[in-house]
């Protein structure tokens, strides 16, 4: 059975920084390109950031130079480091495979970056 499991998420002011993990199971992880989502209140799901599975990485121009997203094909996880935070990243936050996200969600995690 498939299951992403996201963790990390919570409240942080502007100029913060959060780190989101996500525990994937049920798949060969290791051959998926694996992505971070959000979805902000009103707004269409985005893909944020993915990482191939040998590691290479491509980030949406929005969190480019301040998100990294990483992996560990060993303990199939993906994680994604979020620095220098804005209001407009407040959103959920969720993994799947990518760029099209082919499993069923998780519950996702809530960032919310406020003063």
């Known amino acids: 059975q498939v299951q992403l499991v996201e963790s990390g998420g919570g409240l942080v002011q502007p100029g913060g920084s959060l780190r989101l993990s996500c525990a994937v199971s049920?798949?060969?992880?290791?051959?998926?390109?694996m992505g971070w989502y959000r979805q902000a209140p009103g707004k269409q799901r985005e893909l944020v950031a993915r990482?191939?599975?040998?590691?290479?990485?491509t980030y949406a121009d929005s969190v480019k130079g301040r998100f990294t997203i990483s992996r560990d094909n060993a303990k199939n996880m993906i994680d994604l480091q979020m620095n220098s935070l804005k209001p407009e990243d407040t959103a959920v936050y969720s993994c799947?495979?990518?760029?099209?996200?082919?499993?069923?969600w998780g519950q996702g995690t809530q960032v919310t970056v406020s003063s």
């Open positions: 990482a191939t599975s040998s590691g290479i990485t």
């Open positions: 799947n495979t990518a760029p099209a996200a082919i499993l069923s």
């Open positions: 049920g798949i060969t992880f290791s051959t998926y390109t």
